[in-house]
């Protein structure tokens, strides 16, 4: 790859000074085939990025709703635990009071 340089305002000749039309023609050719190569790759990218955080944000709402849904299935089942030590106390009652007979 060639180098710049310095301008010849500073004393020194650049390489790209020293190139012939037909080289710096393919030179600029090669830089337009880069730079296409790399929009690409930038575009590419901000894609990728975008479809990420889309479905970083789905996730997000996704993990709010199975948050919620886990809260009230606690709260269920702390209900039910609760029904079924009544139960359980009306059971003994019941059995205590065979048993006495």
Known sequence: MYSLGYSQKLGKVSEIENLSDEQLKDKLAKIGDEN??????????????NRLSESNENLQNELTSVKSDNAGLKENVSTLQK??????????????????K
Request: proline fraction near 0%; hydrophobic fraction near 45%.
């Open 36 to 49: 296409k190569v790399i929009k690409t790759t930038n575009a590419n990218l901000e894609n990728n990025v």
């Open 83 to 100: 029904a079924y030590q009544a139960v359980q106390g009306q059971l003994k009652a019941l059995m205590e009071k065979l048993a006495g």
